[in-house]
């Protein structure tokens, strides 16, 4: 079974923090994704990456980076935090070749509070 | 652009009373539909994929099919632990970039 984890549940910071979510996969899928979900609005794809290294830009990435240094795992940084961005973090992950490479996996997700 | 538009946005059962989720979609050159399950506070958990048209596929109590414009998840006598939001994407295009309807909340009274 596809496992993805997220480092934390459930985070508390305050406005203007810098914050790192970070997630990790171990099934050595080659595809990786950051989303936020609030609620009426669904999830929203922020960044993915494709390849360690390889990052693009989601459908609304503004206030966030990225970095993949490791195939496994997949960081998410704000790098000042604000109030907005208050959601629930998920992270994904697929791989890239085979009948199933867009059969994304997602993680327990972190509901992220910014005060 | 891609849309996904799911209904209705919320549905109560009565345990064992069968009905269908609604996915309606407007993408060029789907390559696949996509659904999951998301109970609440918790990462969305993969069902079901859907590649082509007249395509079915079936788990327990669930039954999703796929037409060139739309896609159903049919319950057949749901219990309660069948509560849920389910979730319906698609992929289309070159890259790896699913976009999601909003999603069904499903609730199943005992």
């Known amino acids: 079974d596809v496992k993805v984890t997220q480092s934390s549940r459930y985070l508390v910071k305050r406005t203007g923090e810098k914050v790192f979510l970070e997630c990790v996969q171990d099934?050595?899928?080659?595809?990786m994704f950051w989303y936020r979900q609030d609620p009426g609005l669904g999830l929203r794809l922020i960044y993915f990456?494709?390849?360690?290294?390889?990052?693009e830009k989601g459908d609304i990435p503004e206030g966030y980076s990225v970095s993949r240094e490791k195939k496994e795992r997949f960081s998410l940084i704000l790098e000042s935090a604000s109030t907005n961005q208050t959601s629930m973090y998920l992270c994904a992950s697929s791989v890239t070749s085979g009948r199933e490479r867009y059969e994304q996996y997602f993680g327990p997700g972190t509901r992220l509070t910014v005060t | 652009e891609d849309q996904v538009t799911q209904s209705p946005e919320a549905l109560r059962l009565q345990e064992g009373e069968s009905s269908s989720l609604n996915c309606s979609y407007t993408?060029?050159?789907?390559?696949?539909l996509f659904w999951y399950r998301q109970d609440p506070g918790k990462g969305p958990e993969f069902l079901f994929t859907?590649?082509?048209a007249g395509e079915e596929k079936e788990k327990e109590r669930l039954k999703a099919t796929l037409t060139k414009k739309e896609s159903f998840l049919h319950i057949t006598a749901p219990k309660p632990e069948d509560s849920a939001t389910y979730l319906c994407a698609v992929q289309a295009g070159s890259n790896y970039k699913l976009t999601f309807g909003k999603g069904t909340l499903l609730t199943v009274n005992p």
């Open positions: 099934m050595d899928h080659e595809n």
């Open positions: 993408v060029s050159g789907l390559r696949g």
């Open positions: 859907l590649y082509s």
């Open positions: 990456s494709y390849d360690v290294k390889m990052k």
